[in-house]
């Protein structure tokens, strides 16, 4: 290859590279929106209060527990 063509090959690398860059740098910055919208659509789900209904579930569940009886173990 000569001069001119070594040239040209690391223009192409060159602009390669930056349209690497380019793209990688959009695609962190969806990401980063993206993560910004589930962090607030979860935290306004975790601050919600937990049903009546619900923690009557859980007391049931503890209360039988309690009583001696094994909670049903999880098959691998």
Do not use: C, W
Not at 24 to 32: C, K, P
Request: hydrophobic residues 30%; charged residues 40%.
């Amino acid at each position: 290859m000569d001069l001119s063509g070594a040239r040209a090959q690391r223009t192409d690398n060159l602009a390669k590279d930056d349209k690497d860059h380019d793209k990688t740098h959009a695609v962190r910055a969806r990401q980063r929106v993206i993560g910004r919208e589930l962090r607030r659509i979860y935290d306004g789900v975790v601050n919600e209060p937990i049903p009546d209904e619900f923690l009557d579930l859980l007391r049931q569940i503890d209360e039988t527990d309690d009583a001696g009886h094994k909670p049903a173990e999880k098959k691998s």
